[in-house]
């Protein structure tokens, strides 16, 4: 790891992160840890050694000129830290980065190490699936964890999935023995309409992430995005006959599945959030410069599709 200087004495830190790839349908999770290290402005406190953990004919570096000067940046995960004071101060370390290609118990031995060194109190873990659901109703985010004690506490789901796993499956099991205690939050994407972006599914992660950490995350132009795709995706459904059965399918049997979303705890988890985004607006209505359904199988996807490049630590070629 290549540690930069000058990392904070942290408050109350938790861990969040995210890794493009097999566990990032629709790059909905990808692009969460996107929007908070872009909302909140994060700072770069450290980065993996790219050598280490990914194949390059994979993952293949990109040159650009900066200044005349030819320079390469690699495909890497780095962790940049952002201090939330609303509604408490609280550090938040974001971890964003690429599924490794190779070494991954060294890969996440790396970042317990440094979720020791630096106090790290809870990992959380964003993750996309690609499921029956449709696109119409609200994306089902599901929180899972190993540990019993924290489910209860959190009101999680304990992870029963078996079969092939991803780097998000690994890393938390890899914290829930080195006694971390980690949560992997899980949105469905429609499997009908993989292709990124897909902010829906991206809003409905944050959405959960801000409940589960009570902190208050500004949705930016997340939800007029969301809005925007939904009619998108409604009118390519419409101009298709067979896609529009399908999907009225969907809707049929989620909604004999489930119960009505509008229980009394999905009230009070909106108006908490509605209040929590309230007490950030100005008197003159503009906001500061800063920027459910439970899946029913074990969250664990079918790949969505190759790893894209990421572009962190460049340097000179």
């Known amino acids: 790891m290549i540690e930069l200087e000058n990392v904070p004495e942290l408050i109350d830190p938790v861990m969040v992160c995210a890794f493009e790839g097999w566990n990032d349908a629709g790059d909905a999770a990808s692009a969460a840890l996107a929007h908070l290290d872009e909302t909140w ?29 030819r320079r390469i940046t690699w495909p890497t995960t780095r962790l940049s830290v952002i201090r939330v004071t609303e509604p408490t101060t609280r550090d938040v370390v974001l971890v964003r980065g690429i599924e490794p290609s190779m070494r991954w118990r060294s890969f996440c031995n790396e970042l317990l190490g440094f979720a ?53 499956g690994v890393l938390q099991e890899a914290c829930t023995h080195a006694g971390v205690p980690a949560v992997t939050l899980w949105a469905a994407v429609p499997h009908y309409v993989s292709q990124p972006p897909n902010p829906k599914a991206t809003l409905a992660l944050v959405n959960k992430l801000e409940d589960l950490l009570d902190l208050r995350i500004p949705p930016g132009e997340l ?95």
């Open 41 to 69: 402005g994060g700072k770069v406190i450290a980065a993996l050694d790219a050598e280490d953990y990914y194949d390059f004919q994979v993952n293949r570096p990109t040159i650009w000129l900066d200044g005349g000067i």
């Open 116 to 168: 020791h060194e630096l106090g790290i109190e809870l990992v959380v873990i964003l993750g996309a699936l690609l499921g029956d659901t449709p696109h119409s109703r609200p994306v089902p985010v599901s929180g899972v964890t190993s540990d019993p004690e924290l489910a209860r506490r959190l009101d999680l789901e304990e992870s029963r999935y078996e079969g092939p796993t991803g780097i998000v």
């Open 223 to 317: 939800g007029e995005d969301a809005r925007a795709w939904q009619i998108g995706v409604d009118q390519l459904a419409a101009e298709d006959s067979e896609v529009a059965e399908y999907v009225q399918q969907l809707e049929e049997a989620q909604d004999t599945a489930e119960l009505p979303e509008a229980s009394g705890d999905a009230i009070a988890r909106e108006f908490e959030r509605y209040l929590r985004r309230r007490e950030n607006v100005g008197p003159t209505g503009e906001k500061p410069v800063a920027g459910h359904a439970t899946a029913e199988r074990p969250a664990e996807p079918e790949a969505p599709g190759p790893a894209r490049e990421s572009p962190d630590g460049a340097e000179e070629e």
